[in-house]
């Protein structure tokens, strides 16, 4: 599966950014997908996952209750609702999927989008 990540852009401390990742190439509804981030020098960081049907989902603490994951199968797209930016999660976003199960650790998704750059001004 083919993915691309959409929806990046610069904001305010407590502003809001809609992320959007399509996918192509295979049958969406089969795969876990996450959403992930990495700030400059540091690791690749677990945000938010969800899976296949999109009934159970996942967050980093630092997000519960700030960012919301879902996706629309039959549009082939995940989202990534975010509220109450702080500038702490400045960062490139990648979205990831996997067949099987929704797991938090990164080197468990083998099909990665572009990223998209998420700033967050104080």
């Known amino acids: 599966v083919q993915l691309q990540a959409s929806g990046g852009g610069t904001v305010q401390t407590g502003g809001s950014l809609r992320l959007s990742c399509a996918a192509s190439g295979d049958s969406f509804g089969n795969y876990a997908m996450g959403w992930f981030r990495q700030a400059p020098g540091k690791e690749r960081e677990f945000a938010a996952v969800?899976?296949?049907?999109?009934?159970?989902?996942n967050y980093a603490d630092s997000v519960k209750g700030r960012f919301d994951i879902s996706r629309d199968n039959a549009r082939n797209t995940m989202y990534l609702q975010m509220n109450s930016l702080k500038p702490e999660d400045t960062a490139v976003y990648y979205c990831?999927?996997?067949?099987?199960?929704?797991?938090?650790?990164?080197?468990?998704?083998?099909?990665w989008g572009q990223g998209t750059q998420v700033t967050v001004s104080s």
């Open positions: 969800i899976s296949a049907a999109g009934g159970s989902t």
């Open positions: 990831a999927a996997r067949r099987g199960y929704y797991y938090t650790v990164p080197n468990r998704y083998n099909n």
